[in-house]
Structure formats: structure tokens, C-alpha cells
T-cell receptor, first 111, second 112 residues
Framework: DAGVIQSPRHEVTEMGQEVTLRCKPISGHDYLFWYRQTMMRGLELLIYFNNNVPIDDSGMPEDRFSAKMPNASFSTLKIQPSEPRDSAVYFC?????????FGAGTRLSVL | DQQVKQNSPSLSVQEGRISILNCDYTNSMFDYFLWYKKYPAEGPTFLISISSIKDKNEDGRFTVFLNKSAKHLSLHIVPSQPGDSAVYFCAASGTSGGKLIFGQGTELSVKP
């Protein structure tokens, strides 16, 4: 298996623009997680899905953030409008049991 | 309130010596604990885990110890190698397949 695949690896955008991050989980995994890593807050969970259904979105910082999982092999995290403070590395992870497997991340820079 | 804490942001060890990374937790409902390793520009990778019914789990150079009464776990790497230089995160889970609570990470530097 190719592992968790995230795209793009890097995204540079201007404040106010819409940003969409994409994730393909490992086939057969029924949990999908979105994380954000910053120097100040470390690795924080934004939202997670079980069988494509959002279970806990309490970590989503505000209404500008939204996530979808239309099917078992694809998820998106959207920021609209983006702000400079959204600059961070965003990770997607998937799991079947306790062990989560992470993608390589998307480094987002909002200018 | 941070439920999983790694109080040492960094650790420096000489090659060949033992590295000990520590982690404390507050929630007694956690029943599964994991260590992840992260290199720059990569995602965290799973290293080793332990269930709360055990107090030790070993995998090659890596051993995780769990002290439930103290709510403390540690990762021992012996012997340490320069390639072990990375950020190490401990994580805890209270439900199977559910979310993990991560510590802030400890940056390990192994000097040749």
C-alpha cells in the first residue's frame, strides 16, 4: 500500500483565498483524522471521521474551516477565507484500530 | 488542560548510549499508548505501542515502559544511533480506533 497520500505538499496562497487540502487514506481503514501542527500548539486534532461520518469536529478552529469525506477513499479540508494565522503543516492520518498512519503533510503558507 | 505531557522539549545523547524519553498523562481512562517518531518535512511514523494491561513492550532497540500508578511512560532507545535524531511524540487513546491525544514532543539529538 502507498500509505496515506496528501496533496498538495506545499501551498502558498494569499489572505482571503480559498484553500483545499486533500487526503487519500489507506485502503480498508475506517477512521480518518485531520491534524494541524504549529510551533505554538504542537500537533492538534481538528476533526475525525469514522466510516465517512464526522465524529468529533471540536478541534476545528472556526467556521472558516470545513472538512468532508464523500467516500472511503477521499477527504478534503477546506479553509475559506484563509488568513495568515492558518499557516501551518496539516496532516491527514488513517487507522483501522489503535495505530494511526500519517501522510507526509501539506505545508500551508498564507501571505 | 493538557492530558498528555512531555516535559522535556529536547534531549541530547551520545551515540551508543541510552536515550530515555518520558511522558506523563492525567486521564486514567487511557488504555493504549503509542510512540511516534517524526523527521523534518515528513509525517509522524508509528514506532511502538503498549496496552495498559502490560508494563513493558520491546521491539529491537526500542522498549516502552508503562507505570500506571504513576501515570507515566517512557521510551528507551539502546544503543542510540545518529539516525534516531528526530522529534518523538507520545500519544494516548481511550477508545479503540478513536482519537489519540498527543504530547508536545521531545526533540532527540544523537551525537556521533
Amino acid at each position: 500500500d502507498a500509505g496515506v497520500i496528501q496533496s498538495p505538499r506545499h501551498e502558498v496562497t494569499e489572505m482571503g483565498q480559498e484553500v483545499t487540502l486533500r487526503c487519500k487514506p489507506i485502503s480498508g481503514h475506517d477512521y480518518l483524522f485531520w491534524y494541524r501542527q504549529t510551533m505554538m500548539r504542537g500537533l492538534e486534532l481538528l476533526i475525525y471521521f469514522n466510516n465517512n461520518v464526522p465524529i468529533d469536529d471540536s478541534g476545528m478552529p472556526e467556521d472558516r474551516f470545513s472538512a468532508k469525506m464523500p467516500n472511503a477513499s477521499f477527504s478534503t479540508l477546506k479553509i475559506q477565507p484563509s488568513e495568515p494565522r492558518d499557516s501551518a503543516v496539516y496532516f491527514c492520518a488513517s487507522s483501522k484500530k489503535n495505530i494511526q498512519y500519517f501522510g507526509a503533510g501539506t505545508r500551508l503558507s498564507v501571505l | 488542560d493538557q492530558q498528555v505531557k512531555q516535559n522535556s522539549p529536547s534531549l541530547s545523547v551520545q551515540e551508543g548510549r541510552i536515550s530515555i524519553l518520558n511522558c506523563d498523562y492525567t486521564n486514567s481512562m487511557f488504555d493504549y499508548f503509542l510512540w511516534y517518531k517524526k523527521y523534518p518535512a515528513e509525517g509522524p511514523t508509528f514506532l511502538i505501542s503498549i496496552s495498559s494491561i502490560k508494563d513493558k513492550n520491546e521491539d529491537g532497540r526500542f522498549t516502552v515502559f508503562l507505570n500506571k500508578s504513576a501515570k507515566h511512560l517512557s521510551l528507551h532507545i539502546v544503543p542510540s544511533q545518529p539516525g534516531d535524531s528526530a522529534v518523538y511524540f507520545c500519544a494516548a487513546s481511550g477508545t479503540s480506533g478513536g482519537k489519540l491525544i498527543f504530547g508536545q514532543g521531545t526533540e532527540l539529538s544523537v551525537k556521533p
